[in-house]
């Protein structure tokens, strides 16, 4: 289980030094910002929707090792997909930091890095950001969230 954790954290690190998909978007066709005042993490986030597909997504911001790994890890894992699907992912990820579900970490594949932030209640809203933020693009919610 050790060298298991390592490797989560190898993973985080990795993505944190050169976060994929960090970049702007001139033709997002939708956006949002959040904020995490508890850490001080802040994203902004840029979707590229053709009808229910994630054509493309980037974000930019400033945060800590496990807001920006997380949404590196995040734009990867969706970009091509179904906002459907990233739904439901958004659903087994908050599962997998918040109870004890060992399903959601099978399914999430490279996104169960993530699974450690369990055990650190403060890091959850970290590991979060970048899928709230989502969550209010895909919704267009008010261009702003936050996670207080
Ligand atoms: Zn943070």
């Given at each position: 289980m050790d060298g298991l954790r390592?490797?989560?954290?190898?993973?985080?690190?990795?993505?944190?030094?050169?976060?994929?998909?960090?970049?702007?978007?001139?033709?997002?066709?939708?956006?949002?910002?959040?904020?995490?005042p508890l850490c001080g993490d802040s994203i902004r986030l840029y979707l590229h929707?053709?009808?229910?597909?994630?054509?493309?997504?980037?974000?930019?911001?400033?945060?800590?090792a496990i807001s920006t790994a997380s949404a590196s890890l995040m734009t990867d894992h969706l970009k091509g997909k179904t906002v459907e699907y990233a739904?439901?992912?958004?659903?087994?990820?908050?599962?997998?930091?918040?109870k004890d579900d060992a399903d959601a970490i099978l399914k999430l594949g490279?996104?169960?890095?993530?699974?450690g932030v369990k055990e650190f209640p403060a890091r959850v809203k970290c590991a979060t950001l970048a899928w709230h933020?989502?969550?209010?693009?895909?919704?267009?919610?008010?261009?702003?969230i936050t996670t207080e």
């Open positions: 390592e490797l989560y954290q190898e993973v985080i690190i990795d993505h944190n030094r050169n976060p994929r998909n960090f970049h702007d978007m001139p033709n997002a066709t939708c956006s949002a910002n959040g904020f995490n929707l053709n009808n229910d597909v994630i054509e493309d997504v980037a974000f930019l911001g400033q945060g800590c739904e439901q992912i958004f659903t087994l990820f908050h599962n997998m930091i918040t490279k996104l169960g890095v993530f699974a933020t989502l969550d209010a693009a895909l919704h267009n919610e008010s261009e702003s």
